[in-house]
């Protein structure tokens, strides 16, 4: 017993010199790493952020025993640029996730896209290696479905779970079912062998990842620290929970899927206690984008207090649910007010594992050590994109818009509405509007909705604008774009006969290969 706290002192010792910038040698094993990876859920969801049905008692015991951050943002509005930046810990519109067939519009990863994650971007799971852990993907993978981009070609050991979103169903002609892998090759097919029932809402898919996640960590444990992303999608219309969870929640179906998932955050946590190896895990729970308000209410979340949702820049869209839980390293119901990022999670992570981030390239996480262990909160801006443009920057409290807009008059008069029910004049507007010389400015403290934009002429305004503006100016002068990856698409290089489909009789024939620009309408 003495030794495993001389250990632990000693590996907290080596954390906080990490935090300080000071590297050390000779290190017991690092921390195990899990990242709990939501699907468009909304900052609003969870009991301890404010939700009135109380339907997340394990998320909410894992936000009283660890630290919360009401000030945690996604890279992007939307899953594939966000994933992409977590992965990478750089901005989207350096790692190549971003469209430039038009102004300030969304992109992401279809089965049609020809795109994915570049050779030259290096993901945590394999700078992870260098540090000898394992690593295991479960889940949405979201960064190209084609061979080059398989998530094992790009450090992960492990996988189970889908390159796409559980769209369907489809015919398998027009397109086909999206595939499901076990490692290199496909298992099956959603809707076929992995069935989701769009009239009940009935699918085990979470109980499936759940007993994934379970048998890695039993595997793992005692063997080498692993890194696990367990990235599930019940969140996403179409919402989907297994059928002893259908119809207990208030919140209709996809509150049946939320306390799913608090349910298997549940049992996980309570395996690592089982595995007397919690106090070596760090655990954080986030989410990749705001709530898609346009499934609301039905298939959708909360984004609490916030403007509009998933697909803006507006808060709702990318201001996102964050916990953090070591026990014996977190102190319990901590609440940090750092302005986090997505991105924080590679550097955190390379950090907790006695690693630096490459030297080679901008890194936009931040280590988040110095928050965590110390309580510690560091200035630093965020950037918000949507797709080529940078649509709003927040620094300390105020947030300055650049260029605001919901989506189209055309499609909103289809019935896309990224927020229903919170117009704002000249704040959430159908057409591009540029604000380049003016920002729209808003105190985030006062006015957490963007409701109340500050005046032009008050001395607040002309301060705020003076801070963002040179942090604004030093980004753009030093920025140097990826290759945008989501320009082409193509029907040919669809899901139409992935690895092993031989065996399962699952290949399917694909068109004419006809490359053509992706037509993005957000």
């Given at each position: 017993?003495?030794?495993?706290v001389a ?12 935090a ?28 301890v ?10 998320l909410?015991?894992?936000a ?11 890279a ?129 898919l ?38 002893p ?41 986030t ?22 949702g998933k ?12 916990l ?15 302005l ?18 490459p030297?080679?390239?901008a ?78 400015i ?7 909705g ?29 920025l ?38 992706c037509?993005?309408?957000?």
């Amino acid at each position: 017993m003495a030794a495993v706290v001389a250990a632990t002192r000693w590996w907290r010792l080596l954390l906080v010199l990490s935090a300080a910038g000071m590297g050390v040698s000779g290190a017991p094993q690092p921390p195990n790493i899990l990242l709990l990876l939501m699907d468009d859920m909304g900052w609003g969801d969870l009991g301890v952020y404010g939700e009135p049905s109380r339907e997340t008692p394990n998320l909410d015991r894992m936000a009283a025993e660890g630290m919360l951050f009401p000030n945690f943002y996604s890279a992007n509005p939307l899953c594939s640029p966000s994933r992409a930046a977590l992965l990478t810990g750089r901005l989207p519109i350096r790692n190549g996730f971003y469209t430039t067939n038009a102004h300030a519009r969304n992109a992401y990863t279809p089965q049609e896209i020809v795109g994915g994650i570049p050779d030259s971007e290096q993901l945590l799971p394999e700078l992870l290696k260098k540090a000898g852990y394992v690593s295991k993907i479960i889940g949405k993978w979201h960064l190209g479905h084609r061979p080059q981009f398989h998530p094992l070609k790009h450090g992960f050991d492990e996988w189970f779970g889908s390159p796409n979103c559980h769209f369907g169903p489809y015919d398998n002609k027009a397109r086909p079912n999206i595939p499901v892998y076990r490692d290199w090759e496909m298992v099956g097919r959603y809707y076929e062998e992995f069935p989701i029932n769009l009239k009940t809402g009935e699918a085990n898919l979470t109980q499936i990842y759940l007993q994934e996640a379970l048998d890695f960590i039993k595997r793992q444990a005692r063997r080498h620290p692993f890194f696990l992303y367990w990235a599930v999608d019940a969140t996403h219309a179409p919402v989907y929970a297994s059928k002893p969870f259908l119809g207990t929640s208030q919140r209709g179906r996809y509150g049946d899927a939320v306390r799913e998932i608090d349910d298997s955050v549940g049992k996980m946590l309570e395996l690592l206690h089982d595995l007397h190896v919690a106090d070596n895990t760090f655990v954080f729970f986030t989410s990749d984008n705001g709530a898609a308000l346009i499934s609301a209410p039905e298939q959708a979340g909360s984004n609490g207090p916030f403007l509009c949702g998933k697909q803006t820049t507006f808060e709702g869209g990318m201001r996102e649910p964050a916990l953090a839980w070591w026990p014996g390293h977190i102190a319990a119901g901590q609440v940090s007010h750092q302005l986090g990022s997505i991105m924080d999670l590679f550097t955190t992570s390379l950090a907790l594992a006695g690693l630096t981030p490459p030297r080679d390239r901008a890194i936009d996480g931040l280590n988040l050590l110095p928050a965590l262990l110390q309580g510690r909160l560091m200035d630093r801006p965020v950037f918000y994109y949507r797709g080529d443009t940078l649509m709003a920057t927040t620094l300390g409290q105020h947030k300055a818009h650049f260029w605001t807009w919901t989506n189209s008059w055309e499609n909103f008069r289809q019935g896309i509405d990224f927020c229903p029910g919170q117009n704002v004049s000249g704040v959430t507007t159908h057409s591009l509007e540029d604000h380049t010389k003016l920002p729209l400015i808003f105190h985030l403290g006062r006015d957490p909705g963007e409701r109340f934009p500050l005046s032009f002429a008050s001395t607040e305004y002309q301060e705020a604008l003076s801070r963002i503006t040179s942090v604004v100016q030093q980004h753009q002068e030093a920025l140097v774009p990826g290759q945008p990856q989501l320009n082409v698409c193509n029907w040919a290089v669809m899901n139409w006969a992935p690895p092993g489909c031989e065996k399962l009789g699952k290949c399917l024939t694909p068109p004419e290969s006809i490359p053509e620009k992706c037509l993005w309408s957000h």
